[in-house]
């Protein structure tokens, strides 16, 4: 185990840390938060060690979107390096893995988005075979990986060719990380939990935010702007309080009076699976007020970080009216505890 160590957390990092320049500098697309992260767990050992590359603003954790990966057998006859997607999630205050069947929907859709680029590579394999016996997440990780280099322990290639496969998987990341897939996690939703375990301290060491404050600011005047036009155009009189109260816009239309909450994500939108952010305050208002409320999820927000600060723009609109707060559909992100003596 000690040797296993070492060479997970020091020696392929290492490895990939002084190659990952030259692979970098060749992507397609430009990237600059390219980083390695390895995992052989701490205690009780991962029964699959990884260290993977990856976009720190794109997949800020493991967990989230979509990175290239080495994988370790269970059994460490082999080893895949694996382009996948964080296979598991946050519910109700833990990390469980994905179901399978979503993981092998997605996996599959990313192959026939990159099939052209992947046919360069005839020696990528879709099925990987980890040999878990003891984790959820070795199935997982099988069921979420798109393509990948297959090497054995006794044939390891050389570090040319090794350079060159990471090479080739990176390049065809970059091009995925300017596609939309579907069922991604909304970034504001990643985001909050990363900022919930930072608030408990549980942090973990290069992870970051996949928006910034000015491109969440961005977003939200977007969609502040979208919902706005919407409600005038059907008659109302809107006023933006969402600095002073806790709903997003006071909309008034003869004697009708709604409280609006106002969301939006650059992300598409699926009625079965989409979620939002809410705050106790709205929570709590929204609950009172309906069935005088009103929500706008304004998605697929289209943000252009080249210029400075960021814009957005366009924006599909989806109305619930009135929006009954359906307490069963809430999942905590984070508690405030009050320590008794």
Do not use: C
């Not at 600011?217 to 706005?228: C, G, L, P, Q, Y």
Request: no cysteine.
């Amino acid at each position: 185990m000690q040797e296993r160590g070492r060479l997970i957390r020091r020696e392929v990092p290492h490895w990939l840390r002084d190659r990952l320049p030259a692979v970098t500098r060749n992507a397609p697309v430009e990237i600059d938060d390219w980083q390695v992260e390895p995992s052989d767990g701490t205690g009780l050992k991962n029964e699959i060690p990884w260290v993977r590359v990856h976009s720190a603003g794109r997949s800020p954790s493991a967990t989230l979107g979509w990175y290239v990966v080495y994988l370790f057998a269970a059994q460490g006859d082999r080893v895949y390096l694996s382009l996948m997607q964080g296979a598991s999630r946050w519910e109700n205050g833990e990390f469980r893995p994905r179901p399978r069947s979503e993981l092998r929907q997605r996996a599959e859709w990313a192959r026939e988005a990159l099939a052209d680029r992947l046919l360069a590579r005839a020696d990528l394999v879709e099925k990987i075979e980890l040999n878990a016996r003891k984790s959820k997440l070795g199935p997982a990780y099988e069921a979420g990986t798109v393509v990948a280099f297959e090497y054995s322990r006794d044939e390891l290639p050389s570090d040319e060719v090794l350079g060159n496969d990471l090479s080739f998987l990176v390049s065809v990341l970059s091009h995925l990380y300017e596609l939309d897939p579907p069922g991604e996690v909304a970034p504001e939703i990643a985001d909050a939990v990363i900022n919930a375990e930072r608030s408990a301290g549980r942090a973990r060491r290069g992870q970051g935010l996949h928006l910034s404050a000015a491109e969440r600011v961005a977003v939200e005047r977007r969609a502040v702007a979208v919902a706005t036009g919407y409600l005038e155009e059907q008659g109302y009189q809107v006023v933006d309080v969402g600095a002073t109260e806790s709903y997003d816009l006071d909309a008034r239309r003869g004697e009708e009076h709604l409280f609006v909450e106002v969301k939006g994500t650059t992300t598409v939108w699926s009625s079965s699976g989409s979620e939002i952010i809410v705050t106790k305050n709205e929570v709590d208002l929204h609950l009172r007020e309906y069935p005088n409320n009103m929500l706008l999820i304004i998605s697929q927000i289209v943000l252009d970080r080249s210029v400075t600060p960021p814009s957005a723009s366009r924006g599909e609109l989806r109305v619930i009216h009135p929006w009954r707060v359906e307490l069963p559909n809430l999942t905590p992100v984070t508690y405030r505890y009050l320590v008794g003596e």
